[in-house]
């Protein structure tokens, strides 16, 4: 997994949230998966975000765009 582009194991993910968001009114998560990830991984990180503080987890679907004719 990554946050802000560097890689972060889970056991060290709470610390890094923590650290990145400590300075900042907005404790807003933006998650981004791939598709093949499980929901138990995604369930663990959330997790992990509202053990560092953070209030709001957003998690936008990307749909595929629809062929035109």
Do not use: C
Not at 19 to 39: E, P, V
């Amino acid at each position: 997994m990554f946050f802000e582009n560097k890689p972060v194991e889970m056991k060290n993910l709470v610390s890094v949230l923590k650290n990145a968001f400590s300075k900042q009114d907005d404790k807003t998560l933006t998650m981004r998966a791939d598709k093949h990830i499980s929901n138990g991984l995604i369930v663990e990180v959330m997790d992990a975000a509202k053990g560092a503080g953070l209030k709001k987890i957003i998690a936008p679907t990307i749909s595929t765009p629809e062929k035109s004719m």
